[in-house]
């Protein structure tokens, strides 16, 4: 069955960069959720998109915007990173309107030096 | 507010004991859902259970077996016959029905290590 892909997987950028995660979702899935993981942390909720439109927003910083695009793929966009945006980030999917639980990609560990 | 406490921040045990994680949550719906995710050291999140706050049934799947007890809000998670291959961080987590999404709230997870 297909599952949440993310991209990529690993990701090395230096101080006061850009970076850009990609997430797919299941298909058919109608909802996305980006989460920050911080070494020796829980994951922490940033923000998620319900049928494209944001539905709610967690402690994401103002430096970090996300979007939804008509085939439901998301992006998460980070400008002027920071050594402290080092973590691991996932993105889930489900589909709310039927109360399914959210599937996890694998993650994209980004990494700043 | 929610929260999610899992007070044990790490546990040891030798293959073969039987151990339990503890999971102590807070919230003020009525309606809710719990969860069990496993974080292995490669670092995906794998779902293990949801409940529902309606479904105060104990589960069984495998080695695995999970205790939700709504009078002490509490979700605890056992492992019997722990093996090598149960080593990681596990989470419990908690999510909201009468929230705008079904977003996750985790706890700050127990790492469990098992010696062969």
């Known amino acids: 069955a297909a599952g949440v892909i993310q991209s990529p997987r690993h990701l090395i950028k230096e101080k006061r960069e850009t970076a850009t995660l990609k997430c797919y979702p299941i298909p058919r899935h109608d909802t996305v959720y980006w989460y920050q993981q911080g070494p020796g942390q829980d994951p922490q909720f940033l923000i998620s998109?319900?049928?494209?439109?944001?539905?709610d927003k967690g402690s994401i910083p103002d430096r970090f915007s996300a979007q939804q695009f008509s085939d439901y793929h998301s992006e998460l966009n980070m400008s002027s990173l920071e050594l402290g945006d080092s973590a691991l980030y996932f993105c889930?999917?489900?589909?709310?309107?039927?109360?399914?639980?959210?599937?996890f990609g694998q993650g994209t560990r980004l990494t700043v030096v | 507010a929610q929260k999610v406490t899992q007070a044990q921040t790490e546990i040891s045990v030798v293959e073969k004991e039987d151990v339990t994680l503890d999971c102590v949550y807070e919230?003020?719906?009525?309606?809710?859902?719990l969860f069990w995710y496993k974080q292995p050291p490669s670092g995906e999140l794998v779902f293990l259970i949801r409940r529902n706050s309606f479904d105060e049934q104990n589960e069984i799947s495998g080695r695995y077996s999970w205790n939700f007890q709504k009078s002490t809000s509490s979700f605890n998670f056992t492992i019997t016959a722990s093996q090598v291959v149960d080593s990681a961080v596990y989470f419990c987590?908690?999510?909201?029905?009468?929230?705008?999404?079904?977003?996750?709230?985790f706890g700050t997870g127990t790492r469990l290590q098992v010696f062969p």
């Open positions: 889930a999917s489900s589909l709310v309107t039927v109360n399914t639980e959210a599937f």
């Open positions: 987590a908690l999510s909201e029905a009468g929230d705008d999404t079904d977003k996750l709230i």
């Open positions: 998109f319900y049928e494209k439109m944001q539905s």
């Open positions: 919230t003020r719906d009525t309606t809710y859902y």
